[in-house]
């Protein structure tokens, strides 16, 4: 009988309306339509017709259109509303893992050229990217009838791993339900906080590799903040280290105080950093990102004390990782609006390019010292300098071969 053409409908609420009863889907409206009689070689009998004909991920396959205008009560969402976000190749990126992505974008794709064929979506592909994200990786553990136990109630003994006192073998695996070992947000974020949850999630590793589970390292990411929160805040007084956001009315501050500028090396470093931040987070490479970031932090807190010219853009970028906190911070400088209103840290390129270079020197092949040249320096800069280093044979020269920026090699003549 395929295709089948379903009934002409115009309420597909389910029925009946009430918590107490199954739902029954709103197929069961069309009066004798679920009821058909069919001869399959048996000759005619009667049969009921599958009501439910929506996959239960049918309700998931267009939500990105309705995020766009949710309390439009005429239509799914405006035309010109929905083209200012969809427009020109649809949701820019869409993050999911394998499993899920494998049938939600098949649903998705195929309800959303439905919905382009018939004018309500503007763009012919719901989604411009994908990037699927790794498993978290956990112990997982079976008795010895094969059947997996919740990992978090099984001990350690000197004998091995036990469940309500027999013995179970461990097993590695993939973080979920099935296997019984996923570790509850609730009790991270009751003991360390969401923000600590969601850095360590993000500094664990590349975001599309698997990563085991180490809870040992939480408490390195608290540490981190904690640090963070230190170099701002005074913990015996709660005042502010870098002052208040407005101008002070009292004494000059000291050259160490809240508007000093930074030296030399602090402000190389964090433009260095604010680059590398930037280009990670458009790259999704979070756990770079958060190893600079902390690289800056420990250097910040080898300062007598944070200037504003510091704290305010490392602020900015833990933002994204840390939003709590960030934003918490983001007050006590002073800031009436969110961080979130506020420009990320841009970069100054002069900044960010290298100063200097360490170029090995090779005398016939092997590299007997190294010189300092800035970074910008020519083949006559550097042969300069060469010259007036104290390692350098400046007698039965043959040739000096340098490439700027790399390496220098002096070939000396052979000997008669």
């Known amino acids: 009988m395929l295709p089948v053409t379903l009934p002409e409908m115009t309420d597909f609420r389910p029925v009946p ?3 107490a009863s199954d739902p029954v889907p709103a197929l069961a409206r069309a009066p004798g339509w679920a009821q058909v009689t069919l001869d399959l070689g048996d000759g005619p009998r009667r049969y009921r017709r599958e009501l439910n004909v929506m996959p239960q991920w049918a309700g998931s396959c267009w939500y990105y259109l309705r995020y766009l205008d949710p309390a439009n009560e005429a239509a799914l969402a405006d035309p010109d509303i929905e083209q200012y976000w969809m427009s020109p190749s649809g949701v820019d990126l869409y993050v999911g893992g394998v499993e899920h992505a494998v049938l939600h974008l098949l649903y998705a794709r195929f309800w959303h050229k439905v919905l382009y ?3 309500v979506a503007g763009t012919p592909e719901p989604f411009g990217k994908l990037f699927n994200q790794g498993y ?3 112990d997982a553990f079976t008795d010895a009838r094969g059947r997996y136990v919740p990992a978090a109630d099984v001990t350690r003994t000197p004998d091995g791993w036990q ?3 027999q013995p179970v073998t461990r097993r590695a695996g993939k973080m979920g339900k099935s296997l019984k070992n996923g570790v509850s947000p609730d009790d991270i974020y009751e003991a360390y906080g969401a923000d600590t949850l969601r850095l360590y999630e993000m500094a664990m590793g590349p975001l599309d590799g698997d990563r085991p589970w180490h809870p040992g390292d939480i408490t390195g990411m608290h540490r981190f903040l904690q640090r963070l929160w230190r170099l701002i805040v005074d913990e015996s007084t709660g005042k502010t280290h870098t ?6 009315t009292g004494p000059a501050e000291t050259p160490t105080g809240p508007d000093a500028a930074l030296d030399d090396a602090t402000e190389r470093l964090l433009h260095q950093t604010i680059a590398v931040v930037r280009e990670d987070f458009a790259a999704l490479r ?7 970031i902390i690289e800056l932090t420990a250097h910040a807190a080898r300062l007598p004390r944070v200037p504003r010219a510091l704290a305010e853009p490392l602020v900015l970028m833990v933002g994204p990782l840390a939003p709590h906190l960030a934003e918490e911070l983001w007050q006590r ?5 969110s961080l979130a209103y506020e420009p990320f840290p841009q970069a100054d390129p002069a900044l960010v390019a290298v100063a200097t270079v360490t170029l090995p020197v090779q005398v016939n092949g092997k590299v007997r010292f190294t010189i300092e040249v800035p970074a910008s320096a020519t083949r006559d800069d550097i042969a300069g300098l060469l010259a007036r280093h104290p390692e350098y044979p400046s007698d039965d020269i043959a040739r000096l071969v340098i490439v700027p920026g790399k390496i220098a090699n002096i070939v000396l003549r052979p000997e008669p």
């Not at 979070?286 to 600079?292: G, K, P, S």
Request: charged share 15%; no cysteine; hydrophobic share 45%.
């Open 286 to 292: 979070f756990h770079t990102a958060i190893a600079r």
């Open 17 to 19: 309306q009430d918590d």
């Open 163 to 165: 469940y309500a006192g």
């Open 243 to 248: 002052g208040p956001a407005a101008a002070p």
């Open 117 to 119: 064929d018939y004018g």
């Open 136 to 138: 978290i990786l956990a």
């Open 333 to 337: 400088l002073g800031h009436a609006d």
